[in-house]
């Protein structure tokens, strides 16, 4: 196991532009994560679904931003609403801390 660094001196991770906490690795290469199994969807954020996990690609310039986020019913029964009707909101800001959003 390598000596803890000295003072003034970064983690490996972070020096490689990994930002995380010391002993954390770093992300993986966006190739080692999105493959080619990986479905794609775009949106206001693309996302990726490989297996059960969900990826979201976040432009570095929306992390920090309030946003806000209004469900609404597509569709439903007769006599319980109609489509298009706002049934939910919510105030979202994506934050990165370490090597997670």
Do not use: C
């Amino acid at each position: 196991e390598a000596p803890p660094a000295a003072s003034g001196e970064r983690p490996a991770a972070a020096a490689q532009g990994g930002g995380g906490a010391p002993g954390e690795p770093g992300p993986k290469p966006y190739a080692q994560v999105v493959t080619a199994r990986a479905q794609t969807r775009q949106g206001l954020f693309t996302t990726h679904r490989v297996g059960s996990r969900l990826y979201y690609e976040i432009p570095a310039k929306e992390l920090g931003k309030e946003m806000l986020l209004v469900s609404q019913i597509a569709r439903n029964m007769l006599g319980s609403g109609y489509g298009g009707q706002a049934v939910a909101n919510h105030v979202l800001r994506w934050e990165r801390r370490d090597n997670r959003v």
